[in-house]
C-alpha cells in the first residue's frame, strides 16, 4: 500500500479515541472529547484547557449574576411598582 505521510498511517490503523464500555462514563468522555474537538481545545496542553475552562466558567457564573440582579433590580422592580399602583401595598419581590 502507498502511504503518503503518517496521517495515513494513523487512519489504517485507527487510533481514533477509544471510548470505555460503561454506557454512562463512555457517554461523558465521549462529550469531553466532542467539545475539545468543536472548540479547538484538543491542540492545547492539559493546563491551558483547564485554565481556557475556569475563565470561561468564571465569565459564565459573573454573567449569571450580573442577569439575575438585572431581573431583580428591573423586572421584579416593574412588578413591584405595577402592584403598588393598582392599590396592593408592600414588598411582594
Known amino acids: 500500500m502507498n502511504l503518503k505521510n503518517n496521517t ?3 487512519c489504517l ?7 470505555p464500555t460503561n454506557p454512562l462514563y463512555a457517554y461523558i468522555s ?3 472529547y466532542l467539545y475539545n474537538l468543536w472548540t479547538g481545545l484538543y491542540m492545547l496542553e492539559r493546563w491551558e ?3 481556557f475552562n475556569i ?18 433590580i428591573g423586572v421584579m422592580g416593574v412588578f ?3 402592584l403598588e399602583s393598582v392599590g ?4 411582594y419581590f
Open 30 to 32: 465521549k462529550a469531553v
Open 49 to 51: 484547557r483547564f485554565l
Open 80 to 82: 413591584q411598582e405595577a
Open 55 to 72: 475563565v470561561g466558567l468564571v465569565f459564565f457564573v459573573v454573567g449569571v449574576c450580573f442577569l439575575a440582579r438585572v431581573w431583580e
Open 88 to 91: 396592593f401595598g408592600g414588598k
Open 13 to 19: 490503523h485507527g487510533t481514533a479515541p477509544q471510548f
Open 8 to 10: 495515513d498511517k494513523t
